[in-house]
């Protein structure tokens, strides 16, 4: 018998499964079809979800005991593993972040979500640091990509399972598609494709930038027409 046996049996039994799937379910509702994203260009561009893979989970669970000694059970999963329920919300340009951002936290003031953790956001660039600083966001500093990341639960329970949601741009989710590919679950070993990362990184930011600059454009050239 494996080490994890257990703990791998209970996230498969039906119950947890249905619950999960659930809660996935209305999560991705929420993006897809609240009207406070439907404007003449959909804030929300699209909406990926799924349930952890069993075979992840076991590699999580696994490096989690490696890597921080935590000794993982039935008891502990759902407040350890934040992440067995994924969301990603892609957006086309970071003006429409704001409007995602303030939906998300309408649903925690209502008592529709609560939060598990801080919403943290993550980024190289400095200003884009500043920008979800002065939403109330945690900036923290990663070599690479931008996202945001938000843990909730559908109520305060202690015991409830998380869900991630992250938000990115296109721009940044085609670099996250391309390094997951390269570097998940091991990491690559070669120099040459962890600096070629690097610079894509560099690319889609400039990307999201440049799509901005095109809309705002876009808006002053309307107003200046009406």
């Known amino acids: 018998m494996g080490k994890f046996d257990d703990v791998l049996a209970f996230y498969q039994t039906p119950t947890t499964q249905f619950q999960l799937e659930s809660f996935r379910k209305r999560v991705k509702d929420f993006f897809e079809n609240n009207p406070a994203f439907n404007d003449h260009l959909s804030v929300v561009h699209s909406v990926k979800s799924r349930l952890k893979d069993v075979n992840h989970l076991e590699e999580k669970l696994v490096r989690k005991e490696n890597e921080k000694g935590t000794q993982i059970t039935t008891a502990n999963l759902f407040n350890e593993i934040t992440d067995l329920i994924g969301v990603r919300v892609l957006h086309l340009y970071f003006d429409q972040f704001g409007i995602i951002h303030n939906e998300i936290m309408k649903q925690i ?118």
């Not at 002065?134 to 923290?140: A, D, E, M, P």
């Open 109 to 226: 003031e209502n008592g529709e979500w609560t939060l598990f953790e801080p919403p943290k956001a993550y980024t190289w660039d400095p200003d884009m640091s500043e920008e979800f600083e002065k939403l109330g966001i945690n900036s923290n500093r990663k070599d690479s990509y931008t996202s945001v990341h938000y843990v909730i639960k559908p109520n305060p329970k202690e015991n409830v399972f998380c869900c991630e949601i992250q938000v990115r741009t296109l721009f940044e989710e085609i670099w996250g598609e391309i390094d997951h590919s390269i570097n998940y679950p091991v990491k690559t070993d070669s120099i040459a494709c962890a600096e070629q990362l690097k610079v894509l990184s560099k690319l889609a930011s400039t990307g999201t930038r440049l799509a901005d600059s095109i809309f705002r454009s876009h808006n002053d050239h309307k107003k200046n027409e009406s």
